[in-house]
């Protein structure tokens, strides 16, 4: 712990610029890994075969039903507006499916970008302090004569250049990682609603043409 306290020192400014990034990202990480893995996600292929079930025996009630049981998840919310207009026409269900998917997707898309730009900004701010310390450490080499003090000027300089480079390689790398696995969470989620809809949508219109199943 002690070397660690001593390398965050050398780093100055620049390790506590790193630190907020840090703390920023790790915030966001935590707040979307709740949302998306336990709040918007769901076995959307056990759930809409419920829902095709229940549409075919014409119970759009219970159907109905289902997605209210659920009303945080995202998929739930989309297949819902299109289940209150069953019994209008082809037009105003995709209308309704549209408008719900416009007011979900930004809710699960929301801040995991910024991972992302959080990570360059963290690999940004240390590449920064190593230039910053590599200047200082050639800048001492003509300001000081003395050649003790030339070398811990130079050395502080490396110093400072070495763990900025290392913090901010430390905070982004994680970074990277939390938005790549958030990524592929709210892939799974927005394409569950892409495929899923358009099931929910032939299904009822198909319903209402008293036609067959289209996915026999």
Known sequence: MAGIAEAFRQGGIWM????GVSIFSIGIAIERFIFLFFKYNINGEA?????????????????????????????????????????????EIQNAIEEATLEVVPKVQKRVGALNAIANIATLLGLLGTIIGLIDAFASLEKVQDPQKRQQALSRGISLAMNTTAFGLIVAIPTM????????????????????????????????????????
Not at 49 to 78: F, G, T
Request: with cysteine; net charge positive; proline share 3%.
């Open 16 to 19: 506590y610029l790193i630190l």
């Open 47 to 91: 759930f809409m075969a419920r829902i095709q079930k229940m549409v075919m025996a014409d119970n759009i009630d219970r159907a109905i039903k289902l997605c209210n049981a659920a009303p945080s998840r995202a998929l739930p919310k989309v297949i819902k507006a299109g289940l209150t207009r069953a019994n209008k026409g082809e037009v």
């Open 177 to 216: 990682t939390a938005h790549l696995l958030l990524s592929g969470m709210v892939k799974k989620i927005l394409d569950e609603i892409d495929q899923y809809s358009v099931r929910l949508e032939n299904l009822l219109v198909t319903r209402g043409k008293g036609g067959t199943n289209p996915l026999d």
